[in-house]
């Protein structure tokens, strides 16, 4: 069941996303053509020539293009919520809340499309980019990247993480509004708030605390230090998204609140 819960998540989701995606790398395709044909089409080149007309075109391509790739990103975040909230908490709920799956199906039903589609608009992004600075890159130097290190491992689950973490305090947070009987959305942001400034109040303590100075060993300390602090942020984000997640599971099974 959890597969045709996801299924129907990503083809709800993908309708949205792929378009914006394909929107992105297009845009970088033809604006990367642009400065690389002959080098007269160039942004660089324009300058160069103080060509006002090819200026203004290249200037006006790019200036899309960052909108399109901020609204990307806008797009996933403001889906992910959509979607978490309209198919459980609204009229899709009834249903929903009616299949014969447990809490945690659909909350992972809803968790892992949203991870997926995070994770694909960074690669998108990342994709477009290269595309457009083609003609710069001296790709062998890309190999580098190839020869991972423990550092770079534990930099990238930290990253992953926190998206889960991210993710997962956005539902605790919608389902927290729920409890009220009315303004659920205003009760949610507040929520929201709430959370984001009692974590930062504990990171400040963790990581910046003159006792600790754990952001001084990460900074100026020797590679273990720094893996040392590293484990010790995956560790705290991880904490906070077991703690998101049982509160949206918890509300979910006792308190749900459809009204």
């Known amino acids: 069941m959890l597969r045709k819960i996801m299924k129907y998540e990503f083809l709800?989701?993908?309708r949205l996303f792929l378009p914006a995606y394909i929107a992105?790398?297009?845009?970088?395709?033809?604006?990367?053509?642009?400065?690389?044909?002959?080098?007269?089409?160039?942004?660089?080149?324009?300058?160069?020539?103080?060509?006002?007309?090819?200026?203004?075109?290249?200037?006006?391509?790019?200036?899309v293009y960052f909108m399109v790739v901020f609204a990307t990103a806008v797009l996933t975040t403001v889906l992910i919520i959509r979607r978490?909230?309209?198919?459980?908490?609204?009229?899709?709920?009834?249903?929903?809340?009616?299949?014969p799956v447990s809490v945690d199906k659909l909350l992972l039903g809803k968790?892992?499309?949203?991870?997926?589609?995070?994770?694909?608009?960074?690669?998108?992004v990342t994709i477009s980019v290269l595309?457009?600075?083609?003609?710069?890159?001296?790709?062998?130097?890309?190999?580098?990247?190839?020869?991972?290190?423990?550092?770079d491992v534990l930099s990238l689950l930290s990253i992953v993480v926190s998206l889960v973490t991210g993710i997962l305090a956005f539902y605790s947070a919608l389902a927290i509004g729920q409890l009220a009987k009315r303004r659920k959305?205003?009760?949610?942001?507040?929520?929201?708030?709430?959370?984001?400034?009692?974590?930062?109040?504990?990171?400040?303590?963790?990581?910046?605390?003159?006792?600790?100075s754990l952001i001084d060993r990460f900074i100026f300390g020797t590679d273990q230090d720094i893996i040392n602090t590293t484990l010790i942020s995956i560790g705290f984000s991880l904490a906070q998204a077991v703690m998101h997640y049982v509160i949206a599971r918890y509300i979910l099974k006792n308190k749900l609140n459809l009204e």
């Open 185 to 212: 959305i205003l009760l949610a942001i507040g929520a929201y708030i709430g959370i984001v400034f009692a974590v930062s109040l504990i990171s400040t303590f963790l990581f910046f605390n003159t006792n600790t």
């Open 131 to 151: 595309i457009l600075v083609a003609q710069w890159i001296v790709w062998q130097d890309l190999l580098f990247f190839l020869d991972w290190e423990l550092m």
């Open 111 to 124: 968790l892992l499309p949203a991870i997926c589609w995070s994770i694909i608009s960074f690669i998108v």
């Open 12 to 14: 709800a989701t993908g």
């Open 24 to 63: 992105v790398v297009a845009l970088a395709l033809f604006n990367g053509i642009l400065q690389w044909a002959g080098g007269d089409s160039g942004l660089y080149s324009a300058f160069a020539r103080a060509d006002n007309w090819a200026i203004a075109t290249n200037s006006l391509l790019m200036i």
């Open 84 to 99: 978490f909230y309209t198919s459980l908490f609204k009229d899709e709920g009834y249903l929903t809340n009616t299949l």
